[in-house]
Each structure stands twice: as C-alpha cells, then as structure tokens.
C-alpha cells in the first residue's frame, strides 16, 4: 500500500491492525478531517511515534483503511453469490439478495462511506477505492444476472445491469449522505422498494 511500511515481524503487524482497527472505528462517527492521528494512537493503545513508524500521514492511513474494507466487501459479496442456495433461487429472490446484501453494507459501513465521499486524495483521473468497489460489485452481479435475463429471454448487457446497480446505490450513497427521505437507511421498508426497483429494471416479475 502507497506510504505504508511494510512490517518486519508479528508485533509490527499487531501495530498495523490495532491502528487500523481504531481508525475504523473512529469513522463511524467521525470524518476524515475529524479524525486525529493522537486520538486513534490512543485509542489502539500506542503512541504517536508508532502511528508513524507505520503510516507516511493520515492520508496514507485513510488509503489503508479504504483498501482493506473495500477488499472485505469485494471477498463477502464473491462468498454470497457463490452460495449454492442463492444460485438455486428464483430470480427476484437473486435480487433480493443483491438489494439485501447492498443495504447491509452500506448500514454497517456507513460513517466509512461518508468519510470516503466526503474526502478523497485521489487525483480526478484515478479511481479512489470506494469508486472501485462499486465497478466492481456491479460488475460481479452482473456476471450471474446476465445468465438469468438470457434465460428469461430478456437479454441484458453488462453496461444495462451496471446501470441499474448504479441506480440502486445512487439511493444508497444520497442516504448516507444527506438522508433526504422519505426512504432512509434504517427505513424498514427500503428493502422492499429496492427489490420492486431492480425487478423493475430488469423485467422481473417479483410478486
């Protein structure tokens, strides 16, 4: 990872999780201009001095945090659409899973998700993580999902399904970050209209 040293031996290992583990924790009610490199020090039991010894500056340590959730969210979604009951299932319930899948990481992520639209260090021509994780979700649904709508006979292009990914994550990403309503993240019904909205999309009977 760019300004990230690499570490040298287990303890130096235990200092990178503890930090990054604090930082983490630190947004989920913190932003990235809020967050304090003392106050996460701190909070994973070390000094300043250590935060250093592992992280070039807090743009570096924001960047780790970024790429190591984004991985996780990338690896949950691969171990859920390769689960042998949701390749099984109907295609509104495949949906469904999608809609469930996206609205629960975007809950336990939230402050993650904010912090990230609200700042980024990443020049206009480069993607930032977060900007990756969504190509590549969309991309990853897009590869089961296509398969299904041939065999509805309402082929789809990869570019058709991203579109309606982005759609659906539009809502998310505008929840999180001004939460306009009337559906709100923690609305228990925001399942239930995006399912109706990806079935919608795609042609997908889902009553």
Not at 1 to 12: C, N
Not at 38 to 43: E, S
Request: glycine letters at 8%.
């Amino acid at each position: 990872m760019r300004g990230v040293t690499p570490h040298q031996q287990a303890r130096s290992e235990a200092t990178f999780q503890a930090l990054i583990a604090a930082g983490r924790k630190a947004l989920e009610d913190k932003t990235f201009d809020q967050m304090a490199i003392g106050d996460i020090a701190r909070a994973a039991g070390l000094s300043v001095g250590a935060f250093y010894g592992r992280f070039e500056n807090k743009e570096a340590f924001f960047l780790a945090i970024q790429d190591i959730a984004v991985s996780e969210i990338e690896e949950s979604l691969r171990r859920r659409l390769s689960d042998a009951a949701l390749r099984a299932a109907s295609d509104a319930e495949f949906l469904a899973a999608v809609a469930g899948f996206s609205i629960g990481v975007f809950r336990k992520h939230r402050g993650f998700y904010f912090a990230s639209s609200k700042h980024s260090s990443m020049p206009p021509d480069r993607w930032s993580p977060v900007r990756r994780l969504g190509f590549n979700v969309s991309g990853l649904v897009a590869a089961e999902l296509m398969p299904r709508l041939a065999r509805l006979g309402r082929p789809a292009t990869e570019r058709e399904i991203r579109i309606g990914m982005q759609f659906m994550n539009g809502l998310l990403v505008n929840a999180v970050l001004n939460d306009p309503g009337p559906l709100r993240l923690d609305s228990r019904d925001l399942e239930r209209y995006l399912v109706r909205h990806l079935c919608c999309f795609f042609g997908i009977d889902h009553e």
